[in-house]
Structures are given as structure tokens and as C-alpha cells.
């Protein structure tokens, strides 16, 4: 996917770098969840999506009824226009149909829902695109291009190294430096980090799908893809002086209510030396990208009771046309979700006596 034009961002200092790696399993554990194969084992370990749930509540607190993983969000709705170009390679109707209705949510990576916004550098996108036949895509996106590392197992021992020492109550700030080191497959995601600064806006970051999924059209004829979505315009106004510790969410109101908002759904197609099942590895080079059509975003509601909060964004709930690849992340994102999902849906009681003025 293109890049677009930003001012240049100075390195960070070894100092400062070294906290935000202490920091950054906590993060990048939100991001993409609890993670154990969809049988419910993580050979050698046999550790369970409930074990996992478990760690990330012993991390970031219980807080009944939210989402043990992007907890802090708000509830977009609107509609995709696709564009001809996916429709050789896709059978799925959301490339075929004029319009596709659409629900999505803007999140922050971390498991407390009162975490202020400036506190990590990554924003997510999740979109549930509902065909006309009944078929639904989802599918969750992240402002980072890579994932750290490209093995469940390995991000087990990343969660590990970032839980909290339960002498001081903190991560210890030697463990996340040490498991970086010892994973070279991170170093394209610890290039991100070095210069990655949270954003003031939702509406101007590209979202990332990370993992790759292959595209299945009439014919059987298969294609792996990555996709991610960008801003048709990072144009600043309309946007609010960043302030306080929810700042993004009512950047987003003040926008929407000057119009709707809109990206590019970008389609990037594999080269036959691309590494298809991992997603800590960058696919560099010259690549053909499609411009599959546009979605727009209309309106936004309160996450507490809007349209996408019972919504579980399991990345393998795909339409006909569209397959995931053998990447044991996606597997593995699917079983944690299913076992977050069903402890807060059975809180969601707990959410209308938080008090008003805490809630995002």
C-alpha cells in the first residue's frame, strides 16, 4: 500500500526506546489478543484461550462487561461502494454489490477502557461488512503494518515478558528489551516503534489487516492478499485541539459532523516469493494494489450500547470469495475472542452501573 507524505519523525533515544519496549507487549497483546489454536491447545504448553484471557485480566484489570482486548471504543456505522477491480479475483458479493452496509469500531490497544488516548501509539479499525445474502465479512485492522513476532507460541512468551512483576506491581524493564532480542523476526515491527507516536485523529490513520487471506473467484482461481484501508484525506480540519484523556472520540464526533468520512479499501496481492503465513514479515518491493472501493463511515454511537457492541470481530467470519491462509495467528485470534466474547456478553449488566463520568 502507498505511503503517504508525513513530516519526519526524530528517533527515539535508547532511554526512551527501551521503556516503550517494556511497554510494548502489554500493547501488542490487545492488539491482536489472547491468542491459542482454535482446538483450545498451544502445544508444548497446552495452554487453554481461557488461560490467555486470564493473563491479559491479570495485566490490565478486570473491568466487567468490556472487551478484554481494545477495550476503550466507539460504534461507527455506513456503508462500502466497492469498485470493479477485486471482482476478477473475488467471488464475494461486498466486490459485486453497488453498496454494502457496514458496522465498525474505533479501539485503542489496551484492555482498560479508561486508558487515555495519548497512552499508546496504535489505533484499530474493526468492520463488519453484512452482504445482501446473508453473508458477513469481518475483520479487525491495525494502525501498525506488521505483528512482532509469527507463531502463537512466540507471542505467549512475549505476553509473559510484559505481565506484571508481582514484586513492584510493573513490567520488568529488562524482560521486553531481552524477548526482542532473542526474536530477530521483530525487528521490522521494532522499526515501526522506533518513530510510531499515537495519532490525534482515528480519521487520518491507515488500518492494517496484518495477516494475509487468499481471495477465491468464479473459477476456484486463488490470490493471497494482504488489505488495509486509508484515509482519502488526512486533512486536519474539522479536527478538535487534542485534549484531555478522550480526545479521539470527540475528534471523530466533531467530524462526522461535518460529513461523512471516507477510505480506500486497498487490496495488496502477494508476489509468488512473499511469505504468506506470518505476519511478522513486511512484503517489500513493487506489488500490484487494487483499489477495491471505498468505505465511508457515516455515524457514530457510544460503545456501551451501540450497534457494535455485541458484535464479536473474528476475523475468520468471511463471506464465499474469501479464505484465510494457514497463518496460525488467525486461528488462534478466533479461539481467544470466542472466550473474551463470552465472558463480557454475560457482564453486560455491570456496564449500566459504571459511573457516567468514567466511562469512554
Not at 494502525?143 to 510493573?170: H, N, R
Not at 526474536?183 to 522506533?194: D, M, S
Not at 488462534?332 to 453486560?348: D, K, M, N, W
Request: hydrophobic share 40%.
Amino acid at each position: 500500500m502507498p505511503d503517504h507524505p508525513s513530516p519526519p519523525r526524530p528517533p527515539l533515544g535508547r532511554a526512551s526506546l527501551m521503556l516503550r519496549l517494556a511497554a510494548i507487549g502489554a500493547v501488542v497483546g490487545v492488539v491482536a489478543g489472547a491468542f491459542a489454536y482454535v482446538n483450545g491447545t498451544l502445544d508444548p504448553q497446552r495452554l487453554r484461550p481461557k488461560t490467555l484471557v486470564n493473563a491479559l485480566e491479570t495485566n490490565n484489570g478486570v473491568h466487567q462487561g468490556y472487551r478484554r482486548n481494545h477495550a476503550k471504543g466507539v460504534c461507527v456505522a455506513g456503508y462500502f461502494e466497492s469498485s470493479p477491480a477485486a471482482r476478477a479475483y473475488s467471488s464475494a458479493q461486498v466486490f459485486s454489490e453497488a453498496r454494502t452496509q457496514v458496522i465498525g469500531r474505533f479501539a485503542l490497544p489496551s484492555g482498560n477502557p479508561y486508558a487515555p488516548d495519548n497512552s499508546v501509539p496504535i489505533r484499530s479499525l474493526a468492520v463488519q461488512f453484512s452482504q445482501a445474502n446473508g453473508q458477513q465479512w469481518r475483520t479487525g485492522m491495525n494502525s501498525m503494518p506488521v505483528f512482532p513476532v509469527g507463531t502463537p507460541e512466540a507471542f505467549y512468551q512475549m505476553l509473559k515478558a510484559g505481565a506484571p512483576d508481582p514484586a513492584t506491581g510493573k513490567p520488568n524493564p529488562a524482560s521486553m528489551p531481552a524477548f526482542f532480542a532473542s526474536h530477530p523476526e521483530a525487528a521490522p515491527f521494532l522499526a515501526w516503534v522506533k518513530t510510531a507516536k499515537p495519532s490525534a485523529s482515528y480519521a487520518t490513520e491507515t488500518y492494517n489487516a496484518i495477516n494475509a487471506f487468499y481471495l477465491i473467484n468464479a473459477t476456484g482461481q486463488r490470490q493471497a492478499v494482504r488489505w488495509g484501508v486509508v484515509p482519502l484525506s488526512q486533512d486536519a480540519s474539522g479536527a478538535i485541539t487534542p485534549e484531555g484523556a478522550d480526545s479521539l472520540q470527540a475528534d471523530l464526533i466533531q467530524r462526522l459532523k461535518a460529513g461523512p468520512l471516507r477510505w480506500q479499501l486497498q487490496i495488496t496481492l502477494a508476489n509468488p516469493s512473499d511469505l504468506v503465513d506470518d505476519a511478522s514479515k513486511a512484503w517489500v518491493g513493487a506489488h500490484t494494489v487494487l483499489n477495491a472501493g471505498t468505505l465511508v463511515l457515516e455515524s457514530s454511537q457510544p460503545q456501551l450500547d451501540g450497534d457494535c457492541r455485541d458484535i464479536n470481530f473474528d476475523p475468520l467470519i468471511l463471506p464465499s470469495g474469501i479464505e484465510a491462509s494457514n497463518d496460525p495467528l488467525l486461528a488462534a485470534r478466533s479461539a481467544a475472542y470466542a472466550s473474551s466474547y463470552l465472558r463480557r456478553t454475560g457482564e453486560v449488566s455491570q456496564l449500566h452501573s459504571a459511573p457516567q463520568e468514567s466511562r469512554p
